[in-house]
Nanobody
Framework: VQLQASGGGLVQAGGSLRLSCAAS????????MGWFRQAPGKEREFVAGISWSGNTYYADSVKGRFAISRDNAKKTVYLQMNSLKPEDTAVYYC????????????????WGQGTLVTVSS
């Protein structure tokens, strides 16, 4: 599966953005999907994951602010980000795996290219 992320940009603190990740291939519904992020000088970290059936998982730092969803017909996964903070500034990556993508996942099988989110204070 190939992944193409989009939707990043510059937003003020307290604002919102929605990231999208379009997948290619005929078996999108078989994959668990997720979002990770990497801030400057930091390691890549898990943000959110969603199973084939729609169960969701979140990092503690984004619970209540971010929402992951998927549209299997459009082969797309979304990350709605609300109440953004400067510490959310990072390159965001979507990912896919045949196994669940959960907070302890570090190396999913497939990565998309990143999309930069910058939150100004």
């Amino acid at each position: 599966v190939q992944l193409q992320a989009s939707g990043g940009g510059l937003v003020q603190a307290g604002g919102s953005l929605r990231l999208s990740c379009a997948a290619s291939g005929r078996t999108f519904g078989n994959y668990a999907m997720g979002w990770f992020r990497q801030a400057p000088g930091k390691e890549r970290e898990f943000v959110a994951g969603i199973s084939w059936s729609g169960n969701t998982y979140y990092a503690d730092s984004v619970k209540g602010r971010f929402a992951i969803s998927r549209d299997n017909a459009k082969k797309t996964v979304y990350l709605q980000m609300n109440s953004l903070k400067p510490e959310d500034t990072a390159v965001y990556y979507c990912a896919a795996d045949l196994n669940l993508i959960v907070p302890t996942t570090t190396t999913p099988a497939h990565w998309g290219q990143g999309t930069l989110v910058t939150v100004s204070s």
